[in-house]
């Protein structure tokens, strides 16, 4: 597989809908620290970049949809602190 640049990285999550170049950084400082390998302890080379990415977002979205879930609680929790 070619590895890709943070550029090929940042314009396809543009084609998925996904606008975030810090995100695109992170994915290759991510792989290209663990020679782009993938699995259990990262022992197989691989195969799909794009593939890769998918997953990234997807991963992306649920981790920052219950991070934001959990923000909003701790804000109602500390507004109602403050009522009382």
Known sequence: MKRPTVEE???YMFTKGFNGEDEA???????EANG??????HKTPMK?????VNT????Y???????ETSQ??????????HQQ
């Open 9 to 11: 990285i940042d314009n």
């Open 25 to 31: 950084e992170a994915f290759f400082d991510n792989f």
């Open 36 to 41: 782009w390998l993938v699995g259990g302890r």
């Open 48 to 52: 799909s970049w794009k593939s890769a």
């Open 56 to 59: 990234w977002i997807r991963n």
């Open 61 to 67: 979205k649920k981790w920052n949809k219950s991070n």
């Open 72 to 81: 909003r609680s701790n804000q109602t929790h500390s507004q109602r602190q």
